[in-house]
């Protein structure tokens, strides 16, 4: 036993565990418990922060001693992720386990953690080992000394060998990508109907329940993969699958096969993360070698998404000391342990494991991370070893990428604005996007337009740099300025982009307009600053205060105007305003052509390095400034026309938004939009596009029992209306029973608007089912207040509730937490209501606080006018239906589940509960009548 001196606590349906080290185990009620604790500093746990919530965060406890036992899983296996129980990593290590463990199972779990360890030192990098503990030694890391007294390895390292400091360069290890010829067209041979059933039942492996529903969907994929016949008229499957039909595997299938024979590449796409390693989890069946799925399945997220090479070096140069005992320096320490076996360098979602966000400052993480368009691209010294760029070549020559919505509209955008034969054979020529219910929103984010003091700031410190703000920005002139030195013309260009740039508001635009709104007698020197300062007057003047937009965040407001009429003021500002944005974009265009000028006479003498480097600034100037700027314009010149002659065209709408947390605003200005996004979507994929599957569980609403009008209202969300081709049309029925299986309540005679009273209903229904409950708010302070009356009496319980805002903890470890406790409860909003997959026992309750009607801003009234101008409340009900539908759909996952819906808010309307299954049962009842049907449901 490595861990002599150390005692060891788990926690298990609420029941603790000690083994003291006396080798006794006790089983002890929780003060008694804390008492002992507060007598023992050295503890083995799994995960400190979770543990010491449980003990409800005792300050008479010491906790800076206490060894996790997932911080040496990270270090050992650091791509594996060993979930938060003492199950979970005995499954994941493959170690019998009594059948009731106790705490000393703990010290089993770390001696063979340690033994692994051993094993992998005697095997492998014996140096390099050495030198990563020797730098977690310095950092003070609790389990550095236990490590390397079980090596035996001394300190200080001999000078010979690897020290601490070369731990952490890993990007001198890394491996380089390598530059591909571009791929040439795929074939466009159609996929055999026998050859896909065969495929979907390799996908689905042996013993896989048969599901009517999904063969027949498999089978209408197929047409998404004919050949196309004519220019601009894709073939398009919409296909609404229920909840249980098993539609991933059902179009892995023709995907697979199309892109396999074809040699080309198919770009599946979601809209939330987690479903993106869902998918690909899909295919660990039909590709088990890791080799393999790694060169045929790529995900592809935004740069956002990974881990910069540069800020990690960065950060290592400015930052870490290695004498430093803070969290921060061994985060960093493990973090670099881990890039080096990742396999994509993700730091969200991908196999960094998700307590890792928990068990350290998640700022870390978002510093490490391409966060602020900041990426140098070939100007980095790290470019070749880059995340990101390997993705990027990786994905040009995959069968399938996995993708996001956002991400693919971005890559046919960036693709069309650099129309070369390069950029067009790297676009795909099929799509599936899936979730695709939620299309018109990546769409709305990805073709309006937000003229505001944020955007505008951003631009600014993207051409100058930091300004001597705490950033890393280079600025333009630092960027390229050593690629054009000697060239007259592009040298003066910059200098002209640069002292025009100042035009634009600086960083600290906010605290210049709280400091002269407060103090009228000050000076707004700066031309945007004024302008966006007028806009907030008007806002302030116009918005109704009694009216707060985005109530759910307490601390967080939104307040909106519309447009017109302007001030009489901003009136006068905008032509001044306009010339100094033109002078600005005229002198960006005369860069770009200058640059163009320099490619097509220099290209065959410059470096490799300088071309890439040219030929990048020429695209991202394009993309960072010359077309927001041009937008920009757009938009200002349209507020210098007579007011009669602006009233809102069909197609847009634009007004004026402020946004503030607690008392600082946050960003201000303009913002335009397309009542209908997926018009310009349309517009942009369709030339390039021969086949698209759009599919959801709720792409249509059959409210009013009329087919053909719930097909073109799911034609018009996704926008296949617009394009000159009538789609399949496809729906898949659920296979459950949700007569015998699921129960839907609505309670009529609680007033919702108490918070007492719905906190007595979440309490008393929570203790019912004991547990397994979901609770979701449409307001984050009103699940704030709830929990708080209600977690003290679920836990006299033993009924643990987590909640979304309130734990320290990221969504992916509540939900994980919420999983392996079956008598655990869990609070959440949207992210809970849309992204979460938990079948079986675990979540056998859902309680929703209230209906879920659209947010009452100005995009929504001018939308409900566009969609439904003779009966805007349609569009209201179709939205809440989807909703509603979709929080159902988290419920009923396998034919063996077992549910029960309660909607707490009896104004519900009778019209809006169609959205649940046809052959649920729906009852209004009074609180106790449902507390009492909750209680013998789960009885039976």
Known sequence: MVLKDYSALIIHDNQFSLFNTDGEILNLPLQTLIAELEQTTELLIIHKSYTYRKLKSPKTIHTDRWLDLLELAAFVFPVQSFGYTVTNFANALKIPMPLNPEADFLIIICDYLILKFKEEYNHGNKDMIAARLA?????????????????DISLPLPAQQLQASDALRIWQRLPKWQELSPRPQPSQFPVKRQETFNRLAEILGLGAEDRAGQIDFTDVARYAFEPCVEQGK?????????????????????ASLWAEHNKGTVWINTYTRHLQRQIEHEFHHLYPDPATRKKKIVVRKGRENYLCLLNLDEYITLHFNKNDGNGDNIAIILLCNWAEQSNDGDLFGGDLPNWFHDLFDNRILSILAERRGECIHASCPHYQTCFVEHSIRRAQNAEIVIANHALVINHFAWSLDNASPEWESNLPSRLIFDEAHHISDAADSAFSTAFSATETSELRRWLLGNEGNNTRS?????????????????????????????????????????????????????LSERFFYLIYQQIQ??????????????????????????????????????????????YLLKFTRNIETKLNNEKDSLDKMSLERLETTHATLTRKAVTPLTLWLDLLTSLNKPEHSNSQPKTHVSFLKSEHKNKNITNVGLFHHWLDPTIPLMKML???????????????????????????????????EHL???????????PFNYDKQARVFVVNDINIHSINEVAHAYLHLFKASKGGALGLFTAIHRLRAIYHQINESLEKDNISLFAQHIDPLSNNSLVELFKNDMHSCLFGTDAMRDGINIPGNSLRLVVFERIPWPRPDILYRERRKYFYKDKPNLYDEQIVRLRLRQAFGRLIRTQSDKGIFIILDRRTPTRVLSAFPKNVPIRRQSLQEIINQTTLFYEK
């Open 474 to 526: 280079k600025g333009l002139k630092k960027r390229i300025h050593d690629v054009i030195i000697g060239n007259k013309a592009l040298e003066k260009d910059l200098e002209e982009i640069i002292d025009s740039a100042f035009i634009l508001p600086p960083l600290n635009w906010s605290s210049h307009l709280a400091s002269f709104h407060d103090n009228k007698n000050e000076n707004l020197t700066n």
């Open 541 to 586: 003047a116009r918005s109704s205060r009694n009216q707060i937009i985005n109530q759910s965040y307490a601390e967080t407001r939104q307040y909106e105007c519309d447009l017109y009429p302007l001030l009489p003021e901003l009136v006068a500002l905008v032509p001044n305003l306009i010339q100094s944005f033109q002078k600005l974009l005229n």
């Open 234 to 254: 894709p073939n398009i499957v919409l296909a609404e699958a229920g909840t249980g039909t098993g539609k991933t595997s059902a179009y892995i299938a023709p």
């Open 724 to 734: 000159p081709v009538q789609p399949l049309r496809a729906a898949l029925s659920c």
């Open 686 to 720: 369709a030339p390039s596009i021969q086949g698209m599957l759009f599919t959801s569980a709720t792409l249509r609403d059959e409210s009013n029992n009329d087919t053909e009008a719930s097909w073109q209202a799911a034609e018009q969300r996704v926008g296949t």
């Open 135 to 151: 730098a977690l030694y310095h950092a003070q890391w609790l389990w550095a000394p236990i490590l390397l007294s079980a090596l």
